[in-house]
């Protein structure tokens, strides 16, 4: 359909767009707010993680959206883009930090939240997010810059006596785009963005007892679309046929129902037709903790999705 078609008379069609995109994010933000809630409860000594993503996912489906990425549930020091693999056996186990980072979207529209549960003694470094994703949204306003943001993390964290982890950040968010500008550092950094009115924004505070940074591990369980290429082999096209319907959001080794979908995923990762997300973990060791939520950016504040 042409643009043209699709204008209305009376030129409202901007606040029509508008209109489904604010409606559409609350709607996934509803989901994913119930879900993580009823997830938490569930996050216990001995439950397996296998289950509690897969609760997750289904969960998100069953209320009408459709995840976002896969649930992350990453342990201790692991901080992000962690997922258990096809029949993963894992446990959680006493004195586990655990990370659930959770997102559903409705036609693309996304809203991303995440929480920790400490199954041990970590309460600090749990409220150090916390009190930092908090104190960060009460000073979303239309206007603010992302530097200012980035401060209030972070003496907000230190405070704690704990770090922020520098080299995560919160993120815009936009139709079937998990990471848009602007970034929003857990740090004061010189530069930045200013907020506006209208943005989809999740802000992610990540505190930890290490160093403060994270790295690459070499474990791979989640993987995204870059490009659609020509394939020669039949077992990369079926799987590139599979993953299309993800667009361009993350998805998880786990998804995936073809044969040799191992080998296929390495070709496809070669030829740069798909990206791979590296499990990121404290380069010291050190424990990470996670809160998160998607905000929309509003004239005076900001209206709180998730
Ligand atoms: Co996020």
Redesign the pocket.
């Known amino acids: 359909m042409s643009k043209k078609a699709k204008m209305k008379d009376d030129g409202n069609y901007l606040d029509d767009v508008e209109n489904e995109a604010i409606t559409k994010t609350l709607e996934a933000g509803k989901i994913v707010r119930e879900v993580r809630e009823e997830a938490v409860k569930k996050v216990k000594v001995g439950e397996s993680l296998l289950s509690i993503a897969e609760f997750v996912e289904n969960a998100i489906v069953e209320k009408g959206g459709m995840p976002a990425f896969p649930c992350n549930v990453s342990i201790n020091e692991q901080a992000a883009h962690a997922t258990p693999g096809v029949n993963d056996s894992s446990l959680f186990k006493e004195g586990d930090l655990v990370k659930l ?1 959770i ?1 559903a979207h409705i036609d693309g529209y996304i809203a ?1 939240t ?1 929480v920790t549960v400490d199954l041990g003694d970590n309460e600090n470094l749990l409220k150090a997010a916390e009190e930092a994703l908090k104190k960060a949204i009460e000073a979303i306003e239309a206007g603010v810059e992302t530097t200012y943001l980035g401060e209030i993390i972070e003496t907000t964290i230190l405070d704690f006596n704990v770090r922020p982890v520098v080299n995560l950040t ?2 815009g968010l936009l139709p079937y785009i ?2 848009a500008p602007p970034t929003i550092y857990n740090k004061k950094l010189e530069r930045g963005a200013k907020i506006e009115e209208g943005m989809v924004i ?1 802000i ?1 505070p990540f505190a930890t007892n290490g160093v403060g940074k994270v790295g690459d591990i070499s474990k791979v369980e989640i993987y995204s679309l870059l490009k659609m290429k020509p394939l020669r082999m039949p077992v990369e096209r079926k799987l590139l046929k599979e993953i299309e319907k993800y667009k361009t959001l993350p998805f998880a080794r786990r998804w995936i129902q073809t044969e040799k979908a191992d080998f296929a995923l390495k070709r496809l990762v070669a030829q740069k037709v798909i990206k791979e997300y590296p499990v990121l973990a404290e380069i010291s060791g050190g424990l990470v903790s996670q809160a ?1 939520h998607t905000v929309i950016v509003e004239e005076g504040g900001c209206k709180q999705v998730t």
């Open positions: 980072d997102g991303d995440a919160g993120h998990q990471h999740a992610e998160e």
